[in-house]
């Protein structure tokens, strides 16, 4: 009964008009938006009115929210999984903003079981309890395609997307079990070619924290994905056709090749 509830409830806010205010936000802060197909940008527009309306905002360290915030936060989250099901993102309940890096408290058991506690600057963090964490002005940057192949909020959403399939080991839920073997196969390939390059001293054109785990591969290489699609389709063909397969889109279609040449 709940699930029905939930897509009535859906279908009647993805009837509501966005607000202009909104539209005049988009094309000027997230331009790709613009270059989507009349079709899609509809799509996006029903998945950005109903994610503001299911997830919760708060804005940290003193960052007062408002609507510029929360669209071009999720406007972004959306575009992530604008081919995809409307159930993406099903188990997140909060966005948490602050206005740049923030000092994150860390708390771990080390190999002879001492617990060790720290601190560790960061821009963002993705957990398994509900809640994504951004720095404003870097999902800001990210969105205008002014971070080189960065984003964020691609980034850390790409993690949620890989916990759906029961935790973050950069293997996502997949539509066809047939398609996991080429998956796994693609990925590993492209993830020790990366590590190896990193290990040599080799300057790498994926950014090198996506050696630290398959998880963060994953999460890297969906930025690279949307930011420079140009370059990742022409280097590295297997991993741009698994991720188009995923997302099921090909942004080369609103991206320059101008823009991401190296």
Not at 28 to 35: D, G, L
Not at 86 to 98: P, T
Not at 150 to 166: K, P, Q
Not at 193 to 216: C, H, K, Q
Request: with cysteine.
């Amino acid at each position: 009964m709940a699930s029905v509830w939930r897509r009535w409830r859906r279908a009647q806010i993805a009837r509501r008009r966005l607000p202009p205010s909104w539209a005049s936000l988009l094309s000027r802060e997230f331009p790709r938006a613009e270059r989507l197909e009349a079709t899609d940008r509809a799509t996006l527009a029903r998945r950005l009115l109903v994610f503001l309306a299911e997830k919760r905002f708060e804005g940290a360290a003193g960052l007062k929210m408002c609507d510029e915030i929360r669209v071009l936060i999720a406007a972004q989250a959306c575009f992530l999984v604008l081919r995809r099901s409307q159930e993406d993102y099903g188990g997140l309940h909060s966005v948490i903003v602050y206005p740049g890096e923030y000092v994150a408290r860390l708390r771990a058991r080390d190999e002879i079981g001492l617990i060790r506690e720290g601190s560790q600057v960061r821009l963002g963090e993705t957990s398994g309890r509900g809640a994504v964490v951004v720095s404003w002005g870097e999902a800001r940057r990210g969105a205008q395609g002014a971070n080189g192949g960065r984003n964020l909020v691609f980034h850390e959403f790409a993690h949620l997307l890989d916990a759906e399939s029961g935790g973050f080991d950069g293997a996502p839920r997949l539509d066809q079990r047939s398609a996991y073997d080429r998956w796994s196969r693609v990925m590993r390939e492209e993830y020790e070619a990366l590590r190896a390059r990193a290990a040599a001293g080799v300057r790498t054109d994926i950014n090198p924290y996506a050696t630290t785990s398959p998880a963060e591969f994953f999460a890297v290489a969906t930025e690279s994905f949307f930011q420079e699609p140009h370059r990742v389709h022409r280097d590295h063909p297997a991993l741009f056709g698994e991720l188009a397969r995923y997302y099921g889109l090909d942004p080369r279609q609103f991206m320059d090749e101008e823009a991401d040449s190296p």
